[in-house]
């Protein structure tokens, strides 16, 4: 099976808006999503499953890939569902 992805530059899955408030109180982090993707490449399901530590990351992050697209999972020539994990960081350098 080859796994869901999420990294193809012709998605066009824009980045997380960094909440105003995090960036003023100097809140970051990284952000590990579970995502079900659907045959048709979309995400069925998003489940955090590690904290950044702040709860407005988490939301953004959260946000952000429900409305993502990704290339479904294969196997062989048919298109499965399946779940890959999403790491979303949040720097105030970056």
């Given at each position: 099976v080859a796994?869901?992805?999420f990294d193809a530059d012709y998605l066009n899955n824009p980045p997380p808006r960094y909440p105003a408030v995090s960036r003023r109180l100097g809140e970051q982090g990284r952000v590990m999503l579970h995502?079900?993707?659907s045959t048709a490449g979309l995400p069925?399901?998003?489940r955090l499953r590690t904290s950044s530590g702040f709860d407005r990351l988490d939301a953004a992050a959260l946000e952000t890939v429900k409305q993502w697209k990704f290339v479904a999972a294969r196997q062989g020539d048919t298109t499965v569902s399946a779940w890959v994990l999403v790491p979303i960081s949040f720097s105030i350098r970056s």
């Open positions: 796994p869901p992805r995502v079900l993707v069925l399901e998003v």
